[in-house]
């Protein structure tokens, strides 16, 4: 199984401040034959199941506020906040599909310093 | 849009099975998988398996894959959960999600369930 690492566990960022997030897996999820990295990043609020927030590890799902962004290659991946909203509060949990069993991180909690 | 209803909560005892539906509508059921995750009280997501919607062909995490069976009603556009032989550890929340990418595996996904609450106690 591909296990996925994040860090930190959790922090706390000002609002308007960046926050960013890092996810590692035990694996690449670089699939070489059409240069796409399988990692998705999840939002997930109290009490609400998660919401898709990227894909391919870059590309941001339709209606995600572009204040989000994914970046990394291989094993390496980070989802930043460049901007941080009161709404953004939650757990961030990244997300490897490159082969089954799909796993998931460990997760990330965010709040307002 | 797009929209995924659960079954409603169930108490079970262990050593017993439960079957969660989750019904789709606002797309066209055959075109994408359906996954389901489950999340223990206070922990993080954990997958358990996948349906080809069109198919019916399956993958399940080896962990549960002994008592877990995932089938689907094309008709009703409707997924089901069924997990056997419960036990404590069974307890949290299961969520079904569609496949964001039309194929052959699971890939991510774009649409959640609102979640069903399963608690195993004697």
Known sequence: ?113 | QVQLVQSGSELKKPGTSVKVSCKASGYSFNSNGITWVRQAPGKGLEWMGWIDTATGKTYYAVNVQDRLTLTRDTSATTAYMELRSLMSDDTGVYFCARDGWNTVAPYWFDSWGQGTLVTVSS
Request: aromatic share 12%; hydrophobic share 30%.
């Open chain 1, 1 to 113: 199984d591909i296990v996925m690492t994040q860090s930190p566990a959790s922090l706390a960022v000002s609002l308007g401040e960046r926050a960013t997030i890092n996810c590692k897996s035990s694996l690449s999820v670089l699939y070489t034959s059409n240069n796409k990295n399988y990692l998705a990043w999840y939002q997930q609020k109290a009490g609400q199941p998660p919401k898709l927030l990227i894909y391919w590890a870059s590309t941001r799902e339709s209606g995600v506020p572009d204040r989000f962004s994914g970046s990394g290659s291989g094993t390496d991946f980070t989802l930043t906040i460049s901007s941080l909203q009161a709404e953004d509060v939650a757990v961030y949990y990244c997300q490897q599909y490159y082969t089954t069993p799909l796993t998931f991180g460990p997760g990330t909690k965010v709040d307002i310093k």
